[in-house]
């Protein structure tokens, strides 16, 4: 594997906030090197495709669109639904598919070589679904939703 481009792995959008994540003790030099090896791993495995646009679709379909955030309204807490803002939905890609990497029984760089190249297992972007026993009654979610828009 040719790791003479270790040094410039920092070029792409996605890859400063990769190696932040990776990073551990302020290890930057170890988390560059093994995203490096990860993008050399994806180039071998896929030579025709752009390894950097391999894992920006893989944070794509990982990322979240919508969430629940806890919103008080008269004394009660509610689970209101509520759009993600796209750079902490990104971020929440890059960390899942750290999380589901780390998960592998392999080196680092190979597991994260192994969750871009693979789709995930439903096969698409994940998704909440808002599901509970104690929801209230259906004016009290509508009423959150209409104090959180004024």
Known sequence: MNLSRARGVEDHMHDKQIVRELMRDGRRSLATSIFG????????RRPDSNPRGLVAAAIRVRSPIIEVRPRNV????????????PRRARRLGIVWL??????????MWQAIADEVIEPPPDGGPLDVTLVGPRSGP????????????A
């Open 37 to 44: 090896k990860a993008i050399a791993e994806i180039r071998l």
């Open 74 to 85: 008269g004394g009660r807490v509610y689970q209101v639904p509520m759009p993600v803002a």
């Open 98 to 107: 750290l999380y589901s990497a780390g998960k592998r029984r392999s080196p």
């Open 138 to 149: 259906p004016t009290r979610p509508a009423r959150a939703m209409a104090l959180r828009r």
